[in-house]
């Protein structure tokens, strides 16, 4: 044990001292420092006089930059209503129904019941009309800025529909 112990020093120690070898043989100086790179770096953008990341200035909220980070967000609202909905079922006692009847045991107006079910659809409804655009850009259909408007939306007008028929149900 102690002799592949000894060996395995001497191969680190060999190779610690042949890998110096020849980083110092290889190296090359730098023609700037780190320093230098970063004053000229500043000076070249305090001289321009523009600023240093986008923001609201630079870009303004756009009804197609809207639309990507909704649907980004109910597509991960959707994923963890679905994980929420299932880790319920299995950790809470009683069923489906004994929590129905619970709700209903509430007397919540319609008013209160059709909202409800409204939140609940549209993120559905809006992730699949969007999904369903997304599919049609990449084929390549749909992709100049007008239509790219147009779709958007048809599409928030076919989710709002769709959620209200929904929750009419």
Not at 120 to 132: D, E, S, V
Request: include cysteine; charged fraction near 10%.
């Amino acid at each position: 044990m102690a002799a592949l112990l000894l060996r395995h020093l001497g191969r680190h120690c060999l190779r610690a001292h042949v890998n110096s070898q020849l980083c110092l043989r290889n190296a090359v100086p730098l023609g700037t420092s780190a320093k230098e790179e970063m004053e000229r770096f500043w000076n070249k953008n305090t001289s321009s006089n523009r600023p240093l990341s986008p923001h609201i200035t630079i870009y303004s909220w756009s009804l197609p930059m809207t639309m990507s980070v909704g649907h980004r967000g109910t597509g991960i609202a959707l994923s963890g209503g679905v994980y929420l909905f299932g880790l319920s079922a299995l950790l809470l006692p009683g069923n489906f129904e004994s929590y129905l009847m619970f709700v209903k045991s509430l007397c919540l107006g319609p008013a209160v019941i059709h909202t409800a079910k409204f939140v609940l659809a549209f993120p559905l409804m809006y992730h699949a009309w969007n999904g369903i655009r997304h599919l049609m850009w990449d084929l390549g259909k749909g992709l100049a800025i007008p239509q790219v408007q147009q779709s958007g939306v048809a599409v928030l007008v076919l989710a709002v529909l769709c959620s209200v028929g929904l929750a009419a149900m």
